[in-house]
T-cell receptor
Framework: AQSVTQLDSHVSVSEGTPVLLRCNYS??????LFWYVQHPNKGLQLLLK??????LVKGINGFEAEFKKSETSFHLTKPSAHMSDAAEYFC??????????FGPGTRLSVLP | GAVVSQHPSWVICKSGTSVKIECRSL??????MFWYRQFPKQSLMLMAT?????????EQGVEKDKFLINHASLTLSTLTVTSAHPEDSSFYIC????????????FGPGTRLTVL
């Protein structure tokens, strides 16, 4: 069985400060992990993915995430938030031969 | 590359009517397409997996007679919501994968359905 927990339903940061969005997963298989961003009434855009290569993954728009197997975590970070980063973020797990399982999402607000 | 489109982007219909949503892979052939449903402020829930030329596989709790899925070609899948009711109002998102259902998925922009 697979599951994803995003510990914060809403995160609010000031522009220019760091962003941390937390994700923990459970998977019976060697997982692939993804972070997607969704702007209001828009589809999903892939930020980054981990597929058993380097544990520190760099994505688009300055985001990165680190796969920590011992902690079953895949937290998303960005050194400096921009107003355009305000959106909904989904962590997704997929075990080998399994379908995507989406986390509940974290809404990121960026204050001026 | 790997662009997925959906049409229409939004639709409003009367209760009891049927609505068809198209999902197209524009620059690749998608052997597998997926249909998701997203309620306001909630996550995406997989409704069904559709493979070209075969019947769709529905997730538990999804009525296959209400949500008809057709995947007649490698670039087109359609979702028809039959006899729509207000509770079917939602954001429907499709995705497509290259080379098999467990490869990376590319998502469409979504279709907002409102049933009056």
């Amino acid at each position: 069985a697979q599951s994803v927990t995003q510990l914060d339903s809403h995160v609010s940061v000031s522009e220019g400060t760091p962003v941390l969005l937390r994700c923990n997963y459970s998977s019976s298989y060697s997982p692939s992990l993804f972070w997607y961003v969704q702007h209001p009434n828009k589809g999903l855009q892939l930020l980054l993915k981990y597929t058993s290569a380097a544990t520190l993954v760099k994505g688009i728009n300055g985001f990165e995430a680190e796969f920590k197997k011992s902690e079953t975590s895949f937290h998303l970070t960005k050194p400096s938030a921009h107003m355009s980063d305000a959106a909904e973020y989904f962590c997704v797990v997929r075990g080998y031969g399994q379908n995507f399982v989406f986390g509940p999402g974290t809404r990121l607000s960026v204050l001026p | 590359g790997a662009v997925v489109s959906q049409h229409p982007s939004w639709v409003i219909c009367k209760s009891g009517t049927s609505v068809k949503i198209e999902c197209r892979s524009l620059d690749f052939q998608a052997t597998t397409m997926f249909w998701y449903r997203q309620f306001p402020k909630q996550s995406l829930m997989l409704m069904a997996t559709s493979n070209e030329g075969s019947k769709a596989t529905y997730e538990q709790g999804v009525e296959k007679d209400k949500f008809l899925i057709n995947h007649a070609s490698l670039t087109l899948s359609t979702l028809t919501v039959t006899s729509a009711h207000p509770e079917d109002s939602s954001f429907y998102i499709c995705s497509a994968s290259i080379g098999g259902p467990y490869n990376e998925q590319f998502f469409g922009p979504g279709t907002r359905l409102t049933v009056l």
